[in-house]
């Protein structure tokens, strides 16, 4: 395919702009089961970040001076993956994610920031989202020296519900693999994708703490956890038993069976030392007016999230009890240029 660069774009005071929104996510189930190559359920969520460019006479973000160490997604992008040698560029984030909370800000920047400089380049081409997905993930893993799992970039990029595991899992379509050269060694991962029902009565609400949630320290900490008491091993076979689960009642429309699923992972996650006392406050005042609830992401801090068929209450009971809500439907779409 032939593709001019900015022949479609607008172009604002003779300037070509260009605008891309990636949405957050969230894991419904197999958070740390997934590290030890269980599976793992996540869903796009409605909130997410927005990347605009516009070509200008001097490199800026935010109206700053652009340093490009300072910002390692983007600058990844840009150099490593696109080879960018146009014009300066003015960039401009929007993000309406709580961050280091555990809904996938950084991959949401990077995707919106992929698909910004894909659509600049080449603004005739369709997206290609499992191409930036995979940009996405090579993005965070150079930020993060290495570790990083491609749940949440292949979510914010595909949109709907994915499913990530060491092997492939019956009842999801695979996509693609991804693999992962950290300091631990290869990983690598099987990304398949699910369809929801159309007709889910339910949304999800997330709660935040207010805490930062550290996922390397999390992830440490229950190695150590497993490694003085390998007992504890078989909470995350449990987590995977009720992955599974979980993920069965969705595809089959039974909310009521994926919010029993979303409490007892949430007991099991309480197991592995990763819930704290501010995650269970909210969880525990969500439950009378929700299908199920449990901390989601690394734990520690960050968020929990309910499924619900009355979002308002759970957001009040939410903000009652300490915590910030945002409210969304199950599996938004993917990146998009807006
Ligand atoms: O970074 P978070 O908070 O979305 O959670 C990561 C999920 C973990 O399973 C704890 C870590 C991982 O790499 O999958």
């Known amino acids: 395919m032939i593709c001019i660069p900015n022949a479609n774009l607008p172009v ?4 070509t702009m260009v605008k891309a929104f990636a949405p957050g996510k969230c894991i419904l189930f197999g958070e740390h089961a997934v590290v030890y190559g269980h599976p793992a359920v996540a869903v796009a969520i409605d909130s997410g970040v927005e990347v605009e460019l516009i070509e200008s006479d ?14 390692p997604h983007l600058s990844h992008i840009l150099e490593d993956v696109f080879n960018y040698d146009g014009k300066p560029l003015e960039i ?35 997206l290609d989202v499992i191409e930036l997905a995979k940009i996405g993930h090579a993005a965070e893993a150079k930020a993060q020296l290495g570790r990083a799992s491609p749940t949440d970039t292949a979510t914010s990029a595909m949109g709907g519900c994915i499913v990530v595991s060491g092997q492939k899992v019956s009842g999801t379509r695979h996509v693609f693999d991804s693999s992962l050269v950290t300091p631990e060694g290869m990983r690598k991962w099987s990304i398949c994708e699910v369809e929801l029902p159309d007709n889910l009565d339910a ?14 320290d999390m992830v440490a900490g229950v190695a150590k956890l497993l490694n003085d008491d390998p007992s504890k091993h078989k909470e995350m076979d449990a987590i995977s038993k009720i992955t599974y ?13 994926v919010g029993m699923a979303m409490n007892t992972c949430h007991e099991k996650l309480q197991l592995l030392e990763v819930s704290s006392r501010e995650l269970d406050a909210l969880v525990e005042a969500v439950l009378p007016h929700s299908l199920g609830a449990k901390l989601t992401g690394a734990g520690g801090g960050g968020c929990m999230v309910a499924l619900t068929e009355q979002p308002q209450r759970v957001a009040e009971a939410i903000e009652v009890a300490g ?8 599996g938004a779409k993917g990146v998009r240029i807006v």
Do not use: Y
Not at 12 to 15: A, P
Not at 97 to 121: I, W, Y
């Open 92 to 126: 401009s984030i929007n993000s309406d994610l709580f961050s280091a909370a555990g809904l996938g800000s950084s991959a949401a920047l990077s995707n919106a920031m992929g698909a910004a400089v894909q659509k600049l380049l080449d603004s005739d081409c369709e």
């Open 58 to 71: 001097a490199w800026t973000i935010e109206g700053m001076p652009f340093q490009s160490e300072k910002h």
């Open 323 to 330: 915590g910030t809500p945002l409210i969304s439907r199950l």
């Open 12 to 15: 604002v005071l003779g300037l």
């Open 245 to 257: 689960a979980g993920l069965a009642a969705l595809g089959a429309g039974n909310l009521e069976a």
């Open 203 to 216: 949304w999800l609400v997330l709660g935040f703490t207010g805490i930062g949630s550290p996922t390397g």
